[in-house]
């Protein structure tokens, strides 16, 4: 059911932002093909705008098996040998195959890359992925090579052994200097693609914050993730009315014109290296857009409404 915040959006954004491991293309073309109903009626056109209170449908194809291609896409390597991986991912890259995403995706490169030589255990659909950041999150993402190396891997995410510090951009200023959110993650009974703290289920969930500086309307902090769940910080910092900037799953729906996606990128990675155990500390510049958004608030404010 279409919330009151997003009355007289598309129906075609709306549906990328409640499908958002979908592409708005996808989307789109699923339209086109009658595959859409809005209260019940086909919907006939991508830029129809929806009411509060209508109901929206979307059939989509039932997943189909891929052939995941080698594809020679220029990777960020930040450290490599037989047995892992450090890629360093930039926004917008999904990291495997999904439906309207099929292509071009990290699997794709590192599956060219690597030559094949990469971890089996999670299938012929993400070889070597031991974790996941979201598409628009950027940032060090750890590969397994072998086997072996993604079995050791996943134990020390088991653990919370492994160190995964985030640096992002939040709306509204932090009073305080640093805190621990804690709160169990689970699927939005009301919506079920998206995640939500709840008080009763769900998955144990830490994250643990600092303030790195100060906008007035904005803050940029520091995240360290204590348990690693699906949309963890964005769901945590939106819990305590602090949502990423131009997260609009989470926060506002329209974010401010230079935030593309979530402010937030995966900084500092470390772990023990599966062959030998000898820790392995990793950390990442900040990307280029994120820096020019730090300017930006630095220098005007005023440049991006808090609402």
Same mark, same amino acid.
């Given at each position: 059911?279409?919330?009151?915040?997003?009355?007289?959006?598309?129906?075609?954004?709306?549906?990328?932002?409640?499908?958002?491991?979908?592409?708005?293309?996808?989307?789109?073309?699923?339209?086109?093909?009658?595959?859409?109903?809005r209260n019940g009626q086909t919907i006939v056109s991508k830029k129809e705008k929806v009411e509060t209170?209508?109901? +929206?449908?979307?059939? =989509?194809?039932?997943?189909? #098996?891929?052939?995941? *291609?080698?594809? &020679?896409?220029? !990777?960020?390597?930040?450290?490599?040998?037989?047995?892992?991986?450090?890629?360093n991912k930039p926004q917008g890259m999904v990291v495997h195959p999904a439906p309207g995403n099929e292509?071009?995706? +990290?699997?794709?490169? =590192?599956?060219?890359?690597? #030559?094949?030589?990469? *971890?089996?255990? &999670?299938?012929? !659909?993400?070889?070597?992925?031991?974790?996941?950041?979201?598409?628009?999150?950027?940032?060090?993402?750890?590969?397994?090579?072998?086997?072996?190396?993604?079995?050791?891997?996943?134990?020390?995410?088991?653990?919370?052994?492994?160190?995964?510090?985030?640096?992002?951009?939040?709306?509204?200023?932090?009073?305080?200097?640093?805190?621990?959110?804690?709160?169990?993650?689970?699927?939005?009974?009301?919506?079920?693609?998206?995640?939500?703290?709840?008080?009763?289920?769900?998955?144990?969930?830490?994250?643990?914050?600092?303030?790195?500086?100060?906008?007035?309307?904005?803050?940029?902090?520091?995240?360290?993730?204590?348990?690693?769940?699906?949309?963890?910080?964005?769901?945590?910092?939106a819990h305590i009315k602090h949502p990423l900037l131009g997260d609009t799953l989470y926060g506002p729906?329209?974010?401010?014109?230079?935030?593309?996606?979530?402010?937030?990128?995966?900084?500092?990675?470390?772990?023990?290296?599966?062959?030998?155990?000898?820790?392995?500390?990793?950390?990442?510049?900040?990307?280029?857009?994120?820096?020019?958004?730090?300017?930006?608030?630095?220098?005007?404010?005023?440049?991006?409404?808090?609402?």
């Amino acid at each position: 059911m279409v919330d009151e915040e997003l009355d007289g959006t598309r129906v075609d954004v709306v549906l990328s932002l409640l499908i958002p491991e979908l592409s708005r293309s996808y989307i789109q073309k699923l339209l086109e093909e009658g595959a859409g109903w809005r209260n019940g009626q086909t919907i006939v056109s991508k830029k129809e705008k929806v009411e509060t209170g209508d109901r +929206l449908a979307l059939c =989509i194809p039932a997943p189909k #098996e891929w052939f995941v *291609s080698p594809q &020679n896409i220029p !990777l960020n390597i930040v450290y490599e040998d037989d047995w892992v991986l450090v890629v360093n991912k930039p926004q917008g890259m999904v990291v495997h195959p999904a439906p309207g995403n099929e292509d071009f995706t +990290l699997v794709n490169g =590192i599956l060219h890359h690597c #030559e094949g030589r990469l *971890s089996t255990i &999670n299938g012929t !659909l993400r070889p070597g992925i031991v974790h996941r950041i979201d598409k628009d999150t950027s940032g060090l993402l750890m590969i397994a090579k072998t086997d072996e190396a993604h079995r050791k891997l996943a134990q020390q995410l088991e653990n919370h052994s492994i160190t995964r510090v985030y640096h992002g951009v939040v709306y509204h200023n932090i009073k305080e200097e640093q805190g621990t959110i804690q709160g169990n993650l689970g699927r939005d009974p009301r919506n079920r693609l998206k995640q939500k703290v709840l008080m009763v289920g769900g998955r144990r969930a830490v994250t643990h914050y600092r303030v790195l500086e100060r906008f007035g309307g904005y803050t940029y902090i520091e995240a360290t993730l204590e348990t690693g769940r699906t949309h963890q910080i964005r769901v945590h910092m939106a819990h305590i009315k602090h949502p990423l900037l131009g997260d609009t799953l989470y926060g506002p729906k329209k974010g401010p014109v230079m935030a593309e996606g979530q402010v937030l990128h995966a900084k500092r990675l470390g772990f023990d290296h599966p062959k030998n155990g000898e820790r392995m500390e990793f950390e990442s510049p900040l990307p280029e857009s994120f820096e020019k958004i730090l300017k930006k608030l630095r220098q005007n404010t005023s440049a991006f409404p808090s609402r």
